[in-house]
């Protein structure tokens, strides 16, 4: 029954970077190619650490979670105007984000691997998190609503729990949060200023 719910939460991931993914084609969102490229690295190792834990249906989410940022990062090159400028903060979140797997393929503990995924991951996100914040216009906060929804799935088909099958749910879920939160946050301000002046 519950590998319903993660297959659910994995549809729902899906079907919410596809406008992402659309937005991109017409160059109504700029993604970051660091964070995009670097997003569909970290989960898919960290996939592979949680399937030799014996994570089963829990390593869905985690999939999906490199999957979809696969797409959007390829699809990034086919608009020429979906375009961000990169700076030198962006290309040092990448260079250490890449190191973060550089260590990971020299330990070979999945503990270790899923850590190092972590880190990797969160490296590649703050550039993200930041244009969020400064720039929301250039993002889309329902990509990231959809992650935290499929993340959140994982944790009901967690066979053992144990780091390694838990820790990057978990992490995607407070990450998911923080980006959507950055990019919305604009919004959400006015929305919190103008309930409390009524």
Same mark, same amino acid.
Request: charged share 10%.
């Given at each position: 029954?519950?590998?319903?719910?993660?297959?659910?939460?994995?549809?729902?991931?899906?079907?919410?970077?596809?406008?992402?993914?659309?937005?991109?084609? =017409?160059?109504?969102? =700029?993604?970051?190619?660091?964070?995009?490229?670097?997003?569909?690295?970290?989960?898919?190792?960290?996939?592979?650490?949680?399937?030799?834990?014996?994570?089963?249906?829990?390593?869905?989410?985690?999939?999906?979670?490199?999957?979809?940022?696969?797409?959007?990062?390829?699809?990034?090159?086919?608009?020429?105007?979906?375009?961000? =400028?990169?700076?030198?903060?962006?290309?040092?979140?990448?260079?250490?984000?890449?190191?973060?797997?550089?260590?990971?393929?020299?330990?070979?503990?999945?503990?270790?691997?899923?850590?190092?995924?972590?880190?990797?991951?969160?490296?590649?996100?703050?550039?993200?998190?930041?244009?969020?914040?400064?720039?929301?216009?250039?993002?889309?906060?329902?990509?990231?609503?959809?992650?935290?929804?499929?993340?959140?799935?994982?944790?009901?088909?967690?066979?053992?729990?144990?780091?390694?099958?838990?820790?990057?749910?978990?992490?995607?879920?407070?990450?998911?949060?923080?980006?959507?939160?950055?990019?919305?946050?604009?919004?959400? =301000?006015?929305?919190?200023?103008?309930?409390?002046?009524?």
């Amino acid at each position: 029954m519950l590998q319903y719910l993660v297959i659910l939460g994995a549809l729902v991931n899906f079907f919410g970077s596809l406008p992402y993914v659309i937005q991109t084609l =017409k160059a109504q969102t =700029k993604p970051n190619k660091i964070s995009w490229g670097m997003w569909s690295v970290a989960p898919l190792i960290a996939t592979a650490a949680a399937l030799y834990s014996g994570a089963g249906w829990a390593a869905l989410p985690v999939f999906m979670s490199g999957f979809m940022p696969l797409v959007i990062f390829v699809v990034s090159f086919i608009n020429p105007n979906a375009y961000w =400028k990169l700076e030198l903060f962006d290309y040092l979140c990448g260079i250490c984000s890449v190191l973060a797997l550089i260590l990971w393929a020299i330990t070979k503990q999945p503990v270790i691997a899923v850590i190092f995924a972590i880190a990797s991951d969160f490296l590649a996100g703050v550039p993200t998190l930041i244009k969020g914040w400064q720039h929301p216009e250039t993002e889309s906060g329902f990509v990231f609503f959809a992650g935290l929804i499929n993340a959140a799935t994982a944790l009901f088909a967690v066979r053992s729990w144990t780091f390694a099958q838990y820790g990057f749910p978990i992490y995607l879920m407070v990450m998911n949060t923080l980006l959507f939160s950055s990019i919305w946050h604009s919004k959400l =301000k006015r929305f919190f200023f103008r309930k409390s002046s009524i």
